[in-house]
């Protein structure tokens, strides 16, 4: 899959904030196409629909810990679905433990960041991402 400005990109945070924060990074490397969700369980659905519908998101960026659905059942819940387990899925944390990131990466994230973070950090970990 390639980057293009138009990929279409949930980010999903249960913090307002941070989802803000994170899409005016997305928009300023250039990403133009955002759906924000405040939590996993608020996510889920938006995700089945967007592929039901024939649009799917094309990238997932989403916090760990959040309320009702964490973004590691998220992961989880993609990975485990035959149409969508390709996604690809960034994971955000403030937990920057050696052994969480090895559950992230185990349970299926494309790549790990840890907050706080900068454009330039999340850019660089997108392009990890999209030029496997």
């Known amino acids: 899959m390639s980057l ?6 949930i980010v999903v945070d249960d913090m ?9 990074m997305l928009n300023q490397i ?17 995700i089945q629909k967007a592929h039901a519908d024939g649009e799917p998101f094309e990238f997932i960026v989403s ?11 998220l ?3 993609v990975r485990a679905s035959e149409e969508l387990k390709k996604t690809p899925f960034l994971m955000i944390t403030a ?6 990131v ?3 990466v185990k349970a299926g994230v494309s790549n790990f960041i840890v907050k706080p973070f900068s454009a330039e950090v999340l850019k660089e970990k997108i392009s990890k991402i999209f030029n496997k």
């Open 63 to 73: 916090d760990w810990n959040m309320p009702t659905m964490t973004g590691l059942d």
């Open 95 to 100: 937990e920057a433990e050696q052994g969480n």
């Open 16 to 24: 307002s904030t941070m989802r803000k924060i994170i899409k005016k």
């Open 4 to 9: 293009k400005a138009t990929m279409k990109i």
């Open 30 to 46: 250039g990403f133009t196409n955002i759906t924000e969700a405040d939590d996993g369980a608020t996510a889920w659905p938006l």
């Open 75 to 77: 992961v989880k819940a």
């Open 102 to 104: 090895v559950i992230a």
